[in-house]
Protein backbone atom coordinates (compact mmCIF):
# COMPACT_ATOMS: atom_id res chain seq x y z
CA UNK A 1 0.00 0.00 0.00
CA UNK A 2 3.09 2.43 0.62
CA UNK A 3 3.54 2.30 -2.85
CA UNK A 4 0.18 4.36 -3.18
CA UNK A 5 1.21 7.07 -1.14
CA UNK A 6 2.31 10.05 -2.92
CA UNK A 7 6.07 11.44 -1.81
CA UNK A 8 6.54 10.96 2.32
CA UNK A 9 9.26 11.16 4.09
CA UNK A 10 9.33 14.99 3.85
CA UNK A 11 9.17 17.57 6.20
CA UNK A 12 5.53 16.58 8.35
CA UNK A 13 4.17 19.72 6.52
CA UNK A 14 5.08 19.27 3.89
CA UNK A 15 3.56 15.70 3.55
CA UNK A 16 0.28 16.81 4.90
CA UNK A 17 0.22 19.15 2.06
CA UNK A 18 1.35 15.98 0.10
CA UNK A 19 -1.88 13.85 0.80
CA UNK A 20 -3.69 15.34 -1.86
CA UNK A 21 -1.92 14.51 -5.18
CA UNK A 22 -2.49 14.63 -9.01
CA UNK A 23 -2.87 10.47 -10.20
CA UNK A 24 -2.76 9.15 -13.53
CA UNK A 25 -6.46 8.51 -12.63
CA UNK A 26 -7.09 12.14 -11.34
CA UNK A 27 -6.65 13.98 -8.19
CA UNK A 28 -5.91 11.72 -5.22
CA UNK A 29 -6.93 12.49 -1.40
CA UNK A 30 -5.95 10.15 1.08
CA UNK A 31 -8.02 12.15 4.07
CA UNK A 32 -11.15 11.36 2.38
CA UNK A 33 -11.51 7.77 4.25
CA UNK A 34 -9.84 6.22 7.39
CA UNK A 35 -8.86 3.34 4.68
CA UNK A 36 -6.80 6.12 2.75
CA UNK A 37 -5.51 7.80 5.70
CA UNK A 38 -4.72 4.97 7.39
CA UNK A 39 -1.13 3.75 5.02
CA UNK A 40 -0.28 7.58 5.46
CA UNK A 41 -0.66 7.86 9.05
CA UNK A 42 1.62 4.83 9.20
CA UNK A 43 3.93 5.78 7.11
CA UNK A 44 4.55 8.34 9.88
CA UNK A 45 5.41 6.44 12.67
CA UNK A 46 7.96 7.78 14.67
CA UNK A 47 7.04 11.25 13.54
CA UNK A 48 3.41 11.33 14.94
CA UNK A 49 1.94 9.90 18.03
CA UNK A 50 -1.35 8.26 17.69
CA UNK A 51 -3.15 5.37 18.68
CA UNK A 52 -3.87 5.36 14.69
CA UNK A 53 -6.80 6.56 12.34
CA UNK A 54 -9.01 5.48 14.74
CA UNK A 55 -11.36 8.46 15.97
CA UNK A 56 -9.44 11.29 13.88
CA UNK A 57 -11.88 13.52 12.47
CA UNK A 58 -10.90 13.81 8.88
CA UNK A 59 -12.90 16.90 8.61
CA UNK A 60 -10.41 18.98 11.03
CA UNK A 61 -7.59 17.61 9.11
CA UNK A 62 -8.07 18.53 5.96
CA UNK A 63 -9.21 21.96 7.35
CA UNK A 64 -5.75 21.98 8.75
CA UNK A 65 -4.06 21.19 5.43
CA UNK A 66 -5.71 23.82 3.68
CA UNK A 67 -4.27 26.01 6.28
CA UNK A 68 -0.69 24.69 6.22
CA UNK A 69 -0.97 24.93 2.56
CA UNK A 70 -1.97 28.44 2.36
CA UNK A 71 0.47 29.50 4.78
CA UNK A 72 3.52 27.39 3.52
CA UNK A 73 2.39 28.73 -0.11
CA UNK A 74 2.42 32.24 0.90
CA UNK A 75 5.33 32.45 2.95
CA UNK A 76 7.78 30.82 0.56
CA UNK A 77 6.46 33.48 -1.69
CA UNK A 78 7.49 36.21 0.87
CA UNK A 79 3.47 37.06 1.58
CA UNK A 80 2.89 37.49 4.89
CA UNK A 81 0.23 34.49 4.95
CA UNK A 82 -3.41 35.25 6.03
CA UNK A 83 -4.22 36.10 9.68
CA UNK A 84 -6.82 32.83 9.31
CA UNK A 85 -4.44 30.62 8.73
CA UNK A 86 -1.96 31.37 11.40
CA UNK A 87 -5.00 31.49 13.59
CA UNK A 88 -5.83 28.18 12.84
CA UNK A 89 -2.40 26.83 13.20
CA UNK A 90 -2.37 28.58 16.90
CA UNK A 91 -5.68 26.98 17.75
CA UNK A 92 -4.24 23.66 16.41
CA UNK A 93 -1.58 23.93 18.82
CA UNK A 94 -4.16 24.34 21.50
CA UNK A 95 -6.24 21.08 20.89
CA UNK A 96 -2.94 19.17 22.93
CA UNK A 97 -1.45 20.58 25.19
CA UNK A 98 1.98 19.93 25.85
CA UNK A 99 3.72 19.02 28.70
CA UNK A 100 6.94 17.18 29.68
CA UNK A 101 6.50 14.12 31.53
CA UNK A 102 9.38 13.59 34.67
CA UNK A 103 10.68 10.42 35.81
CA UNK A 104 13.52 8.53 36.49
CA UNK A 105 15.66 6.79 35.02
CA UNK A 106 18.97 5.93 34.21
CA UNK A 107 20.50 7.71 37.20
CA UNK A 108 19.07 11.08 36.56
CA UNK A 109 15.64 12.85 35.52
CA UNK A 110 14.52 12.25 32.24
CA UNK A 111 11.68 14.25 30.59
CA UNK A 112 9.55 13.22 27.49
CA UNK A 113 7.41 14.94 25.61
CA UNK A 114 3.71 14.09 26.18
CA UNK A 115 0.06 15.45 24.47
CA UNK A 116 -2.94 15.56 26.53
CA UNK A 117 -6.33 15.86 24.20
CA UNK A 118 -8.30 13.99 21.69
CA UNK A 119 -6.48 11.60 18.80
CA UNK A 120 -7.67 14.45 16.53
CA UNK A 121 -6.26 17.25 19.20
CA UNK A 122 -2.96 15.72 19.52
CA UNK A 123 -2.57 15.07 15.94
CA UNK A 124 -3.53 18.56 14.98
CA UNK A 125 -1.20 20.01 17.75
CA UNK A 126 1.91 18.23 16.59
CA UNK A 127 1.00 18.89 12.74
CA UNK A 128 0.53 22.60 13.58
CA UNK A 129 3.81 22.58 15.68
CA UNK A 130 5.62 21.07 12.71
CA UNK A 131 4.46 23.20 10.51
CA UNK A 132 5.08 26.61 13.06
CA UNK A 133 9.11 25.17 13.00
CA UNK A 134 9.10 24.92 9.09
CA UNK A 135 7.25 28.78 8.53
CA UNK A 136 9.57 30.07 11.33
CA UNK A 137 13.09 28.65 9.31
CA UNK A 138 13.91 30.88 7.03
CA UNK A 139 16.78 28.15 5.23
CA UNK A 140 14.06 25.46 5.53
CA UNK A 141 11.33 27.73 4.03
CA UNK A 142 13.43 28.59 0.98
CA UNK A 143 14.27 24.63 0.12
CA UNK A 144 10.71 24.27 -0.30
CA UNK A 145 9.73 23.77 -4.01
CA UNK A 146 7.19 22.06 -5.81
CA UNK A 147 7.67 19.12 -8.18
CA UNK A 148 8.20 21.01 -12.25
CA UNK A 149 6.26 17.31 -12.99
CA UNK A 150 3.99 18.27 -15.51
CA UNK A 151 0.88 18.21 -13.15
CA UNK A 152 1.97 17.67 -10.73
CA UNK A 153 1.33 19.65 -6.98
CA UNK A 154 3.42 17.98 -4.73
CA UNK A 155 6.35 19.92 -2.28
CA UNK A 156 9.38 18.41 -1.49
CA UNK A 157 12.52 20.32 1.16
CA UNK A 158 15.18 20.66 -1.97
CA UNK A 159 18.60 19.64 0.02
CA UNK A 160 20.11 19.71 -3.51
CA UNK A 161 20.16 22.90 -5.08
CA UNK A 162 19.48 20.71 -8.51
CA UNK A 163 16.32 19.14 -7.23
CA UNK A 164 13.62 19.69 -9.45
CA UNK A 165 10.96 16.70 -9.34
CA UNK A 166 9.10 15.11 -6.35
CA UNK A 167 10.86 12.02 -7.38
CA UNK A 168 13.28 11.46 -9.96
CA UNK A 169 11.71 7.79 -10.32
CA UNK A 170 8.45 9.55 -11.24
CA UNK A 171 8.19 13.08 -12.16
CA UNK A 172 11.83 13.09 -13.48
CA UNK A 173 11.31 10.12 -15.58
CA UNK A 174 8.43 11.46 -16.90
CA UNK A 175 9.77 14.42 -18.11
CA UNK A 176 12.64 12.63 -19.38
CA UNK A 177 10.57 10.50 -21.70
CA UNK A 178 8.48 13.13 -22.81
CA UNK A 179 11.45 14.80 -23.61
CA UNK A 180 12.90 11.97 -25.79
CA UNK A 181 9.85 10.99 -27.29
CA UNK A 182 10.03 15.06 -28.54
CA UNK A 183 13.06 14.74 -29.72
CA UNK A 184 12.15 11.40 -31.70
CA UNK A 185 9.54 13.21 -33.31
CA UNK A 186 11.10 16.19 -34.41
CA UNK A 187 14.10 14.19 -36.11
CA UNK A 188 10.91 11.81 -37.69
CA UNK A 189 9.43 14.54 -39.11
Same mark, same amino acid.
Given at each position: ?R?KL??? &???????????R?N @???????? !??????FRP???S??G $?????????I???? !??? !??G?VET %????A?DG???P??A?R? =?? $??? =?A?PL? $????? @?D &? @??? %?? $?????????V?L??????TVD?L??P?AL?????C?????? !?L?????? *? *??W??????G???R?G?YY??????? @?
Amino acid at each position: MRDKLPLV &GEPLPLDLINTRAN @GPAGEVDL !LVSAQEFRPWLDSQAG $RLPGPGSAGIDLDA !LRA !LRGQVET %AVDCARDGVEPPAQALRA =LT $RAQ =LAGPLH $RELAW @GD &G @GVT %AA $RVRTGSATGVLLAELADATVDLLTDPAALGKVRRCEGPGCR !LLFLAVNP *R *RRWCSPALCGNRVRVGRYYQRHKEDA @G
